[in-house]
């Protein structure tokens, strides 16, 4: 083999790859944009796959919760979901936290929640003191760790329609331990 065959041998092996790095850089712009629309994304360690562990909770509660149906009332939150997603995931997070929080008071005003992590101890005294069942536990774990990837994951968006199931497994939620 010759210096001649060996260089077209090695522009053949190479075009594709090239050709393939020049277009996604070339559209990296455009790219960017539908980024936000995706439900699932990978980059290297760090895989989202925020609509398949939210079907994985919405199961969930509708074993946690006896009357949790995707069927409610439109809520305050929902009507945001389509415009800021992410922003109305906090917001239905924060009023479940919010019903935890005073329904784990209501039981025990002694009670001090710490600053550090007061999601997990919540969580976790609610269903020591047997406010929530097991399942119901569950579902608000997974919830705040969905909630989690929202609020920490870099330039992380989610569609509407998942926002909504989000609030809507929050709400029912949240009845259910406020009830």
Avoid at 91 to 115: G, H, T
């Amino acid at each position: 083999m010759g210096w001649m065959e060996f260089t077209l041998e090695l522009v053949n092996q190479l075009v594709w790859p090239i050709t393939l790095v020049i277009c996604l850089y070339l559209l990296r712009s455009p790219l960017s944009l539908l980024i936000p629309f995706a439900e699932s994304i990978k980059y290297k360690d760090f895989e989202l796959q925020f609509s398949q562990e939210l079907e994985q909770v919405s199961q969930q509660a509708s074993e946690a919760i006896p009357a949790f149906s995707f069927e409610s009332s439109p809520l305050k939150q929902e009507r945001i979901a389509d415009f800021l997603p992410n922003a109305s995931i906090l917001s239905a997070w924060n009023a479940l936290d919010q019903a935890a929080q005073k329904k784990l008071l209501s039981y025990d005003a002694s009670i001090s929640i710490p600053a550090d992590q007061p999601y997990k101890y919540v969580g976790k005294a609610l269903l020591e003191n047997n406010l929530i069942s097991q399942k119901q536990s569950k579902v608000f774990h997974d919830l705040r760790v969905l909630r989690n990837k929202v609020a920490h994951a870099e330039n992380f968006q989610i569609s509407g329609k998942l926002a909504k199931q989000y609030i809507e497994v929050c709400d029912a939620l949240s009845k259910a331990i406020s009830g």
